[in-house]
């Protein structure tokens, strides 16, 4: 709010403040009475910085018209550094209380949080605005019931987004230290519990990827895989045409080692795949899948290699 006063938003952010206020009156009147509070401590009125040094002479001035100040000259020196505290009060009192009522009890009043965990396989989210939300196996996303000007949500692990476009209102996605911003778009946001480090794998669209902390940011394009390591932000082409496969179930290989790819099969179904290594470590295919269960793909794989499969509770099974 006053960032508001201050004319320190953009046109954007001040768009979004003002929807706060349509159709409630009451509300209109009390944004108001505030602007006129800040105005009266700022006597240019053009919403600059707030001058503390004219404040308290204001107010000085006005207890020595009311006849409040009958001391003596140093008397009045004397009372500069209560009268400056003064001003201080009356100000932090002027906006912050307000701030704080639409700001805070707003937020904890009027809008409850929802937590969803996916707890088996992919799990879909449709959120409030349209957007859908593709949990990976494992991970848990926090929301509130109905979105306001802000579109804010909290991510831990693995999840693929689909943004419906608002430029007004943008969307945020907060994983660990870590603030993805966008107005619409699709991307894949990744967290191992395991690491404090974020990735974020741009589809489509354009993604703002910035450390909460440092306020450092870099924009990824299409294609581009932004991650933090140790505070910081670098950006790459992103090469593996296998990286959101636990999401799509395509899979593309080429000439690769069989273990690595029965390691990726394991991460995508959350599955556990049993073979003996050392037979299989020389290995190697050049294969692809699209949408295929994981027993229609070992069946495959043991066919090509002449190995056995079978599965039980405890897993699948690759021998000769």
Same mark, same amino acid.
């Given at each position: 709010? +006053? =960032? ?6 953009? +046109?954007?952010? !001040?768009?979004?403040?003002?929807? $706060?206020?349509? @159709?409630?009156?009451?509300?209109? %009147? ?33 207890? &020595?018209?009311?006849? #409040? ?10 009372? #500069? ?16 209380? /307000?701030?704080?009522?639409? @700001? ?16 088996? @396989? ?5 959120? /409030? ?9 494992? +991970? +848990? %996303? ?19 987004? &689909? ?32 690491? /404090? ?15 909460? $902390?440092? @306020? ?5 394009? /299409?294609? !581009?895989?932004?991650?933090?390591v140790k505070q910081k932000l670098t950006a790459s082409a992103q090469s593996d045409p296998n990286y959101i496969s636990w999401k799509t179930k395509e899979f593309k290989f080429v000439d690769e080692e069989l273990l690595d790819v029965l390691r990726e099969l394991e991460e995508s ?7 003996? $290594? ?5 290995? =190697? ?6 949408? $295929?269960?994981?027993?229609?793909i070992l069946e495959t794989i043991g066919t090509a290699f002449s190995l056995t499969v079978s599965h039980n509770e405890n897993g699948y099974y690759l021998t000769n």
């Amino acid at each position: 709010m +006053a =960032r508001f006063f201050a004319g320190e938003m953009s +046109a954007k952010e !001040e768009i979004a403040f003002r929807e $706060q206020f349509e @159709g409630d009156p009451k509300k209109l %009147i009390e944004l108001k009475n505030m602007e006129k509070t800040w105005k009266y401590f700022d006597e240019s009125s053009s919403r600059g910085g707030v001058d503390s040094g004219k404040a308290w002479d204001k107010l000085h001035r006005r207890l &020595e018209d009311d006849g #409040l100040l009958k001391e003596s000259a140093a008397g009045r020196r004397n009372m #500069l550094p209560l009268l400056r505290v003064a001003a201080s009060i009356l100000l932090i009192l002027a906006i912050g209380v /307000p701030a704080f009522y639409f @700001g805070y009890l707003k937020t904890h009043n009027d809008e409850s949080l929802l937590k969803r965990l996916s707890e088996s @396989g992919v799990t879909t989210i449709h959120l /409030p605005d349209g957007s859908r939300v593709y949990l990976n196996e494992g +991970a +848990a %996303i926090t929301y509130p019931e109905s979105f306001s000007h802000e579109r804010k949500v909290e991510l831990e692990g693995e999840a693929f987004f &689909e943004v419906m476009s608002d430029p007004v209102n943008p969307f945020s996605v907060t994983s660990g230290k870590v603030v993805i911003s966008v107005l619409g778009t699709s991307f894949n946001v990744k967290r191992s519990e395991r690491s /404090p480090e974020v990735e974020v794998y741009v589809e489509s669209g354009k993604v703002r990827m910035a450390i909460d $902390q440092t @306020g450092e940011f870099i924009t990824l394009e /299409p294609g !581009e895989l932004g991650k933090t390591v140790k505070q910081k932000l670098t950006a790459s082409a992103q090469s593996d045409p296998n990286y959101i496969s636990w999401k799509t179930k395509e899979f593309k290989f080429v000439d690769e080692e069989l273990l690595d790819v029965l390691r990726e099969l394991e991460e995508s179904y959350h599955v556990k795949i049993h073979t003996n $290594q050392d037979e299989l470590k020389d290995l =190697r295919i050049t294969t692809s899948y699209s949408e $295929q269960s994981i027993d229609a793909i070992l069946e495959t794989i043991g066919t090509a290699f002449s190995l056995t499969v079978s599965h039980n509770e405890n897993g699948y099974y690759l021998t000769n």
